[in-house]
């Protein structure tokens, strides 16, 4: 293991680690563009440079220049990395990288999370120091049906393209013609809409050139804040960010369904789950949380307090004979706890599919996506049974909790209870229906298919009328119980 020095401290490095790597893992922090941990080292926006001393033999005060992302780690190797040469070399580059870039920032959806803002201001700070007139590329660039591209704000780092030929293999993109006249456009044959990860690339861009339609002049991203949370999009169960707007910032006057509104969701790093990465599923989370809720519990269609909708509930469980359950696969572990621990003795249960792979979805394959499109079906396997192809022909009532359940295929007469969250038709059919929270209105954990365990977090308070499921396990249960 060599040992080598950044800025006169000692600094262990892992055999074959670069220069970058060993310093930032030991809290050295070095600039970069084009570099990424999780992607070839392109070594091309040379703002990592640094400066080795020289030792041994030639240790004669002199210095040489080099970057920081190429440059392996050798033993006594001594190195500065914010010295005068280094800054003024940095803003030699920050200079020429903002050669031809524009003065967008006010309009700018990366402002407020943009490296090249903040390292022009760290280490350039100066006007453009070129007397010719900027070049100008095309602004617009619709580079799928999700991502918008800004050549003129593009830095030419390769990350995106590197991206796509290393992580989701669509080699979708690729630099086109030389010099300032260099373009990141399709590939040829190639179609960016059919990588479902292509929003990655949104991330990666270090700069504003590649942005998201969807989120596009939406928000500025300091009136936002990240929740932590799990997509629910497959058993994967990769962790994300659900950014929606700080309270501090609410609404009061514009549309006040902004306020409770998931504006992006972006990854949350883990390298258990998902690494750095999501998939387009992940960001389109919003389109699911965000149908039209049930908050009316009702008896038959005919609306009724949450109290009377339980009431009726607990009166079935008790008159039935031969009552199933049919258990979310989108339930957390605690949910899935509480239901167990209060009708698990009463009642027959098996776990069902939630939801299915959506048409044209890629169904699987082995970067990220799983083809069981549920979060939770493996702690909820691990408790119940699955659906089997037909029930007794004497079951008399059946609980269904979530969506998905098939009520064309229930024993004839068999009574129902049905808790849900969305807007339904069959929601007025029930016997009984309690309209209940989801996921961004509660705390809870998912396990995921290799067996681990994430947790996810409250974005917004629950809409009145709306109980949250364990709650309605826990009041079903007993002989009597009264909801908040
Ligand atoms: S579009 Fe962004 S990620 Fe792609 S090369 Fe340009 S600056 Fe880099
Ligand atoms: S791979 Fe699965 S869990 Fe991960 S973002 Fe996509 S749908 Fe969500």
Redesign the pocket.
């Known amino acids: 293991m060599p040992d080598f020095f950044v800025n006169g401290q000692p600094v262990h490095a892992e055999p074959g680690q670069t220069v970058m790597q060993a310093a930032l893992a030991a809290g050295h922090f070095i600039p970069y563009f084009c570099w990424h941990p999780h992607l070839s080292v392109a070594g091309n926006c040379r703002v990592c440079m640094v400066e080795v001393e020289e030792t041994g033999d030639k240790g004669g005060g002199g210095s040489w220049m080099e970057i920081a992302c190429n440059m392996p780690v050798t033993e006594g190797m001594r190195v500065l990395t914010d010295s005068d040469a280094v800054r003024k070399r940095r803003k030699e580059i920050l200079q020429f990288i903002t050669l031809n870039h524009p003065v967008d920032c006010g309009i700018c959806d990366k402002a407020g999370e943009c490296t090249l803002q903040d390292y022009h201001y760290a280490y350039n700070g100066a006007p453009s120091a070129s007397r010719d007139a900027k070049v100008h590329a095309t602004k617009f660039f619709p580079l799928s049906s999700r991502i918008t591209l800004d050549n003129e704000r593009c830095i030419l780092c390769s990350r995106c393209v590197r991206f796509t030929r290393e992580v989701s293999k669509s080699h979708a993109l690729g630099i086109q013609h030389r010099g300032d006249h260099s373009l990141i456009r399709p590939a040829e044959g190639a179609r960016f809409d059919e990588d479902p990860y292509s929003d990655n690339v949104i991330d990666l861009c270090p700069v504003g050139a590649l942005l998201s339609r969807s989120f596009l002049y939406q928000a500025r991203v300091w009136y936002l804040q990240p929740t932590p949370s799990?997509?629910?999009?497959?058993?994967?169960?990769?962790t994300?960010q659900l950014w929606h707007r700080k309270p501090e910032w609410r609404l009061q006057a514009l549309d006040a369904r902004r306020n409770t509104r998931i504006e992006r969701v972006t990854p949350l790093e883990n390298p258990a789950v998902?690494g750095p990465w999501?998939?387009?599923?992940?960001?389109d989370l919003a389109r699911l949380f965000e149908r039209e809720r049930a908050t009316q519990a009702m008896l038959k269609g005919r609306a009724v307090t949450l109290d009377e909708a339980l009431a009726a509930a607990r009166a079935l469980i008790a008159a039935a004979r031969r009552p199933v359950a049919l258990v979310s696969s989108w339930g957390s572990n605690e949910e899935l706890a509480a239901f167990q621990a209060a009708l698990g003795a009463r009642l027959a249960s098996f776990v069902k599919a939630d939801r299915q792979p959506e048409p044209g979805e890629r169904v699987a394959d082995d970067l990220?996506?799983?083809p069981d499109?549920n979060?939770n079906g493996a702690a909820a396997r691990a408790l119940f049974g699955a659906v089997p192809a037909a029930f007794p022909p004497d079951t008399d009532l059946v609980l269904a909790w979530g969506e998905g359940a098939d009520f064309g295929s229930l024993p004839r007469g068999a009574k129902t209870i049905l808790l849900g969250a969305y807007l339904a038709p069959k929601n007025g059919h029930a016997d009984v229906f309690v309209p209940i929270s989801i996921q961004t209105e509660r705390a809870g954990h998912y396990t995921n298919f290799a067996g681990v365990v994430s947790a996810f977090s409250p974005c917004f308070a629950k809409p009145e009328g709306v109980a949250h499921a364990a709650d309605v396990f826990a009041a079903l249960g007993v002989s009597k119980a009264v909801i908040a």
């Open positions: 799990v997509c629910p999009g497959c058993e994967r169960g990769c994300v998902n999501i998939c387009n599923k992940g960001r990220l996506i799983r499109k979060p």
